[in-house]
């Protein structure tokens, strides 16, 4: 199991206020920052390329090399080229987007088996909003939000993650209750608020950025702020 970070991000990526976590997560690291935009690829070609700007801006902040490994279809999830240029990262990130599309897209496929190997050998990795969903084992369809089976790659399959927590009840009322259907014997489910990460794995924590991460259930919600440690299950 390697013990290189796992972030699980609530919003925020590329953007200035997270250049100080995604700083830490590739520090001592190859400078070799791979970015995936997969989950936005429905959303076409100009939301890619926003996308694809803001990860150029943010590795050159941190003074690395951007490198972009445009997955849009499991067509292009299996070519082998793609998938090499996975080889010597430091850090690689799924930034946001459809959850599901971007768990159906990427699993099982030659750039996820890539994947999983550079993390193995000491690559960071971090999923940011729909990112952060996908890491774990429930990748929802928004507009339904139920899967009756785990959808997600299940790089953390012990949890389940609402991203934006603190925003979300507002845009999709009925999220936490949907997450909360079936939800697994030995699964977590978090609240991770924007501009907010939670770092480490893959059982101990950290909660790092401006607000807080929420560990969830019927009727409860326990709320860990910044600098606070957890340990799941």
């Known amino acids: ?54 990860g150029r801006a943010q590795a050159e902040r941190l003074g690395v090399e951007q490198v972009v490994v445009d997955v849009r279809t499991r067509e292009d999830a299996e070519d082998a080229s793609l998938a090499a240029l996975l080889e010597g990262a430091g850090l690689i990130y799924l930034s946001g987007g459809n959850p599901a599309y971007l768990a159906e897209t990427l699993r099982q496929t030659a750039v996820w088996h ?14 940011c909003s729909a990112g952060a969903m996908a890491l ?40 936490l209750r949907n997450a909360l259907l079936g939800l697994p014997d030995g699964v977590t489910l978090l609240g991770i608020d924007e501009d907010t990460a939670l770092v480490g794995g893959p059982h101990e924590w950290t909660v790092q950025g401006r607000q807080s991460v929420w560990v969830l259930g019927h009727g409860k919600r326990v709320e860990h702020p910044a600098g606070s440690t957890l340990t799941l299950p």
Do not use: C, N
């Open 136 to 175: 774990s084992g429930w990748a929802p369809r928004m507009r339904s939000m139920r899967a009756e089976q785990p959808t997600g790659l299940g790089l953390v399959p012990h949890v389940r993650v609402i991203p934006h927590f603190d925003k979300m009840a507002a845009w999709v009322p009925d999220m």
């Open 1 to 54: 199991m390697s013990t290189a970070p796992i972030a699980l991000v609530g919003s925020g990526e590329y953007l200035p206020v997270m250049t100080d976590i995604e700083g830490a997560l590739i520090a001592g690291r190859a400078p070799k920052y791979v970015q995936l935009a997969t989950a936005a690829a429905p959303e076409g070609d100009a939301s890619l390329a926003r996308w694809h700007s803001l």
């Open 114 to 127: 890539a994947i999983v190997r550079a993390h193995e050998a000491g690559a960071a990795i971090a999923g």
